[in-house]
Nanobody, 119 residues
Framework: QVQLVESGGGLVQPGGSLRLSCAAS????????MGWYRQAPGNQRELVAG???????NYADSVKGRFTISRDNTKNTVYLQMNSLKPEDTAVYYCNLDYDSPGGRRGYWGQGTQVTVSS
């Protein structure tokens, strides 16, 4: 069983920055694909950024150039650095871990952390 614990959310003014962290339990972190998703009220959950075990990254068009995803395999932690935040970035942000187990693809979610961008 894998547990994911997010932290770093909060209230920030437009143009500000936040760094989200997601710490994973267990020993599979280094082989897992990690992702950050977000869900605003009334909207579907959407991918914000992803990073493979080989550190290849991908981003939603809406955050390219402003957000950076990274991982530290020594700490079993993935980060999302968010700069130049906009009110439309307001959402609950969720961490996702995805990997190939002997029994097939498996995925886990964190509990979410609220990010509010407002003046």
């Amino acid at each position: 069983q894998v547990q994911l614990v997010e932290s770093g959310g909060g209230l920030v003014q437009p143009g500000g920055s936040l760094r989200l962290s997601c710490a994973a339990s267990g020993s599979i972190f280094r082989i897992a694909h990690m992702g950050w998703y977000r869900q605003a009220p009334g909207n579907q959950r959407e991918l914000v950024a992803g990073i493979t075990s080989g550190r290849r990254t991908n981003y939603a068009d809406s955050v390219k150039g402003r957000f950076t995803i990274s991982r530290d395999n020594t700490k079993n932690t993935v980060y999302l650095q968010m700069n130049s935040l906009k009110p439309e970035d307001t959402a609950v942000y969720y961490c996702n871990l995805d990997y190939d187990s002997p029994g097939g693809r498996r995925g886990y979610w964190g509990q979410g952390t609220q990010v509010t961008v407002s003046s």
